[in-house]
């Protein structure tokens, strides 16, 4: 009698092998990412559906900060999408969490802002979508490494 490959071990086998391919390529995606957002060619990396769908993402939370409400959930409402759908489709495009890829887009906003030097911190905060500006400054300090009073400066030297 034939002796029959251990099905357990086979599959173990497969299931190591794609989760090191799958490291890889999230490796890849978030580097990619990461160098697009650093450049001023924002959506050079991406295929062009992705590209489109970061954009209305992007217009939305615009949008959204004007009302002070950005969330995961009012941004899949007005992209007709559920909310894990969305959260999945971020994260396969960007390597980001949705929530982490709002937070970019309201940084990357405030620190447009704070270089213009025209508004005070609480303006940016409040233009941003936040309600308290120590909640703004704590959470652009933690995101950028700097206090927004020190980011604003660094820029009009």
């Known amino acids: ?6 099905l357990l071990k086979i599959s173990i086998y497969f299931i190591k092998k794609n989760k090191k391919t799958r ?5 890849y995606q978030k580097n990619t990412i990461f160098a697009t957002i650093i450049t001023p060619n924002f959506y050079i990396t991406m295929k062009k559906e992705d ?4 954009k209305r993402v992007e217009k939305l939370v615009y949008e959204q900060m ?5 969330n995961c959930d009012t941004v ?6 559920t909310n894990q759908s969305l959260r999945r489709k971020i994260l396969a495009i960007t390597g ?4 982490k890829y709002l937070l ?3 940084m990357k906003y405030a620190k447009e802002l704070l270089a213009k030097g025209r508004y005070a911190i609480g303006q940016v905060a409040m233009k941003c979508g936040y309600d308290d500006a ?4 704590r959470t652009f300090k933690r995101e950028v490494g700097l206090k927004p009073s020190e980011y604003a400066e660094s820029r009009k030297k």
Do not use: A, D, W, Y
């Open 134 to 137: 120590n909640n703004f400054s």
């Open 1 to 6: 009698m034939q002796k029959r490959p251990n």
């Open 23 to 27: 490291k890889k390529s999230c490796f």
């Open 51 to 54: 590209r489109e769908f970061l």
């Open 66 to 70: 004007k009302q002070k409400h950005v």
């Open 104 to 106: 970019t887009i309201r």
């Open 76 to 81: 899949c409402e007005s992209l007709g999408m």
């Open 96 to 99: 980001q969490t949705g929530g």
